[in-house]
C-alpha cells in the first residue's frame, strides 16, 4: 500500500512544519503531568494501605532518600503544573490570552513557576524530613 504513495510530500508533516513552541511543550508537559500524577496517586494509595495493614511505610529508606527527593520535585511539579494549567484554561475560557505570542509567554511562565515553586516545596519538605 505504501509503495502506491507518490506524492513527494510526508504523510504526518506535523513534525516538519510545526516549529517548537510553548503552547505545544505545555500541552504535552500537562498530559505527562496527568500520567504522573495518576501514577503517584496510585503509589501513594499502596503506601497507604500498606501503612494501615503493618504499621509501617514501606520503603521508608527510599522515600527520605535524595531519590524519594526527586520524585516528590517530579510529582510536585506534575500537580502545581496541572494546577497552573488549570488557571489558563479559565483564562482561555474568558476569551483572553489567546494571540500566541501571548499564549507562549504563558506557557513559558508556567513551566518556570511550577518548576521555582516544586523546587521550594521539594527543599522544604525534604529539609523538613531529614
Request: proline share 5%; charged share 10%.
Given at each position: 500500500?505504501?509503495?502506491?504513495?507518490?506524492?513527494?510530500?510526508?504523510?504526518?508533516?506535523?513534525?516538519?512544519?510545526?516549529?517548537?513552541?510553548?503552547?505545544?511543550?505545555?500541552?504535552?508537559?500537562?498530559?505527562?503531568?496527568?500520567?504522573?500524577?495518576?501514577?503517584?496517586?496510585?503509589?501513594?494509595?499502596?503506601?497507604?494501605?500498606?501503612?494501615?495493614?503493618?504499621?509501617?511505610?514501606?520503603?521508608?529508606?527510599?522515600?527520605?532518600?535524595?531519590?524519594?527527593?526527586?520524585?516528590l520535585f517530579v510529582f510536585l511539579f506534575a500537580?502545581?503544573?496541572?494546577?497552573?494549567?488549570?488557571?489558563?484554561?479559565?483564562?482561555?475560557?474568558?476569551?483572553?490570552?489567546?494571540?500566541?505570542?501571548?499564549?507562549?509567554?504563558?506557557?513559558?511562565?508556567?513551566?518556570?513557576?511550577?518548576?521555582?515553586?516544586?523546587?521550594?516545596?521539594?527543599?522544604?519538605?525534604?529539609?523538613?524530613?531529614?
Open positions: 500500500m505504501s509503495s502506491e504513495w507518490n506524492d513527494p510530500r510526508p504523510m504526518s508533516p506535523h513534525l516538519q512544519v510545526w516549529r517548537w513552541h510553548g503552547a505545544m511543550l505545555s500541552s504535552i508537559l500537562h498530559r505527562a503531568s496527568a500520567i504522573i500524577c495518576y501514577i503517584a496517586l496510585f503509589i501513594v494509595a499502596v503506601g497507604v494501605l500498606v501503612l494501615s495493614l503493618t504499621g509501617q511505610l514501606p520503603l521508608a529508606g527510599l522515600v527520605f532518600s535524595p531519590l524519594g527527593a526527586i520524585g500537580f502545581i503544573f496541572m494546577a497552573v494549567a488549570q488557571a489558563r484554561h479559565a483564562i482561555w475560557n474568558r476569551g483572553n490570552m489567546l494571540d500566541p505570542d501571548k499564549n507562549n509567554m504563558m506557557s513559558f511562565l508556567m513551566v518556570g513557576l511550577s518548576v521555582v515553586l516544586s523546587l521550594v516545596l521539594t527543599l522544604v519538605i525534604a529539609g523538613a524530613a531529614s
